[in-house]
């Protein structure tokens, strides 16, 4: 019972700053039940698409980041010749993220001696974790971290609210998607290199 009141506590104090709690006795009139409802700020979720699906079309913005040695890279290295890049916001923490990497190591495969490149930028906050995952995961692209976690350079230059994540920017350098996954990434990118 210890335990239950413990994970109910932590719980409600881990409710964002919008929910509220609410009574209410008459659904359950044999019980006085506490009933959490997080109501949503749908606002917060307009600012957040739009700010997030304002990069489509734009030039995309540098940023350097370690790779697993401790060397530092620039998305800029990656970025234009001649090749398509898609750069893929991830942690070895993320459940979705390592759901959907399959998915994005079959599109790699397919893809890549057509001119398709993958640059992984991890929001871990450990080395072995996000080392461990590369290799489990079997991600042959460059990988990058800062480790600090969703402190990264990465959240604040590119608006990464949730992961995974990704950013789909052309032999020129202008982000052209956003957010592709499962059969969308592969229809964007047949589209682009045919089937």
């Given amino acids: 019972m210890k335990k239950m009141m413990f994970s109910f506590a932590l719980m409600l104090a881990t409710l964002p700053a919008g929910a509220q709690q609410v009574n209410d006795p008459a659904s359950v009139p044999a019980q006085k039940i506490r009933q959490v409802v997080v109501k949503r700020d749908r606002s917060k979720d307009a600012e957040r698409e739009a700010a997030t699906k304002a990069f489509i079309g734009q030039q995309f913005t540098d940023l350097e980041m370690a790779d697993a040695d ?28 390592r759901g959907e990497m399959p998915n994005v190591v079959a599109a ?38 800062d480790l600090k976690g969703w402190q990264s350079i990465v959240t604040g230059v590119y608006k990464v609210w949730s992961i995974p994540d990704n950013l789909l920017i052309d032999p020129q350098g202008k982000i052209v998607a956003r957010g592709l996954r499962g059969e969308g990434l592969h229809a964007k990118l047949a589209e682009i290199f045919g089937k």
Avoid at 70 to 97: I, Q, T
Avoid at 109 to 120: A, R, T
């Fill in 108 to 145: 790699y495969e397919k893809f890549h001696d057509k001119g398709f490149d993958i640059v992984g930028l991890s929001l871990d906050n450990k080395k072995e974790p996000w080392l461990k995952a590369v290799e489990d995961l079997k991600m042959p692209w460059t990988q990058l971290s």
């Fill in 70 to 97: 401790g060397n530092m890279h620039k998305l800029s290295e990656y970025v234009g010749n001649g090749r398509w890049l898609f750069v893929d916001m991830w942690a070895s923490w993320c459940g979705p993220c």
